[in-house]
């Protein structure tokens, strides 16, 4: 049974998994090319600095842990891979070719991975891409016999590469997704349209937010996702972009799902901007402050800290990424409005005022003056944004369209 796994960032060996099978403990030790680099740098994760030392299970397991699914799409892809859901070293042994980030996770007998190529995707025809749609629940993520691919999440997703207009492609070996394919939640109507219209609404705004579309796939509204954590060259290779997620960063375990949520002892904004002035630049809290106060603005209280995430620069530095995962939560009654992280200790998203967004930053150590002027400009320029966000998305709800609109009223943001 293999003990080791080989964890490569881009086409360079960086270091080694480790399992003890007795007591299913992880370590992970950076290579002797990782250290000559440099000791102290960031390299696969901010919890884990380059050392000579291996970190043990309580720092290396909350990491790899989180580049795997969660809930029923983790139990039902262990079950189909015969291995327990519990079992992250044997899942990342079979998943870990493609996952988020620019990581891969192989056995060592496997030779070093090339650069990715849109060429290498297995190519769907429209039949196939629907049938794939309506097998989510059989096989999440795309997994089955011919793909081996990871993302975090509970929701049901297809991972998949654009190979053109209306073309997709399935990652297969020596490819990469380049998109993600989210048909809408059944138990949350107009899921699909209501993410869409949130995030067109974010890059109006000036926000980094990735591009989407709408599809219709057997009745069903799904969304497109360009990933921001891949870019496709000229040449066809892809490019995959570092990052992690800050329960990642963070070394904070979901193997209970609710440990992403500050109530249950999850990361707070605190905890963000204080990984974005370690080991970034000061812009990056000012950014966290705009991503704030969408979130407010919208109605997401499910901005959790594995739907923020750090990309890592190739220079050594971090960036906040792109906002992603974000819709009005506060248009389906039936979901929690206690916000997954608080805002001056606030905790429900409908009592979040401006001066809470500019408390909660200022105790940061952004001034009071540029907090609030980062929050004046989201706010001067939140309706035009929304509806921009609405012409782009004639899919979207009259009604989801006006709550959006009268938010900053209602909330006392104004």
């Not at 869409?196 to 937010?209: D, F, M, T």
């Amino acid at each position: 049974m293999i003990d080791t796994l080989d964890v490569w960032l881009d086409q360079g060996l960086v270091g080694h998994l480790h399992r003890d099978q007795r007591r299913r403990r992880l370590s992970f030790g950076y290579s002797e090319a990782a250290q000559a680099g440099g000791l102290g740098r960031p390299l696969v994760s901010l919890s884990m600095p380059v050392a000579t030392r291996s970190y043990p299970d309580g720092v290396a397991h909350p990491y790899f842990d989180g580049l795997l699914p969660e809930g029923d799409v983790r139990r039902t892809i262990a079950y189909d891979l015969g291995l327990e859901d519990a079992d992250s070293f044997g899942l990342l042994a079979e998943l870990g070719r493609e996952c988020a980030g620019a990581l891969t996770i192989q056995p060592g007998d496997r030779p070093a991975p090339a650069a990715p190529r849109v060429a290498k995707a297995l190519r769907l025809t429209e039949d196939e891409l629907h049938q794939r749609i309506r097998d989510l629940s059989l096989h999440p993520l795309g997994v089955d016999g011919l793909v081996r691919a990871s993302l975090a999440g509970v929701q049901h997703k297809l991972l998949v590469t654009r190979l053109g207009h209306d073309r997709w492609g399935l990652p297969g070996e020596g490819s990469a997704s380049t998109h993600i394919l989210k048909p809408a939640n059944p138990a949350l109507p107009g899921s699909a349209i209501n993410e869409a219209l949130c995030l067109r609404v974010a890059a109006n705004l000036g926000l980094p937010a990735p591009e989407v579309r709408l599809l219709m796939i057997d009745g069903r509204d799904v969304i497109v996702v360009d990933r921001f954590d891949r870019t496709v060259n000229p040449d066809g290779t892809i490019t995959r972009t570092h990052q992690e997620d800050v329960c990642q960063a963070l070394s904070v375990s979901t193997v209970r799902p609710n440990a992403k949520y500050e109530q249950w002892g999850g990361p707070s904004l605190a905890d963000v901007a204080g990984l974005l002035r370690r080991w970034g630049d000061p812009d990056g809290v000012a950014r966290l402050v705009e991503h704030v106060t969408l979130n407010v603005l919208i109605g997401n209280a499910d901005a959790h800290g594995k739907n923020v995430s750090i990309v890592h620069d190739k220079s050594g530095s971090i960036r906040l990424a792109p906002i992603y995962d974000i819709f009005a939560t506060v248009a389906y009654p039936q979901v929690s409005q206690e916000a997954s992280m608080r805002v001056n200790g606030k905790d429900h998203i409908n009592g979040i005022t401006v001066a809470d967004i500019i408390a909660e930053a200022r105790a940061w150590g952004v001034p009071v003056g540029q907090a609030g002027g980062a929050v004046s400009l989201i706010v001067e320029r939140f309706d035009a944004a929304v509806l921009a966000a609405a012409a782009a998305t004639p899919e979207a709800d009259d009604e989801l369209v006006r709550l959006l609109l009268a938010r900053s009223a209602n909330l006392g943001l104004t």
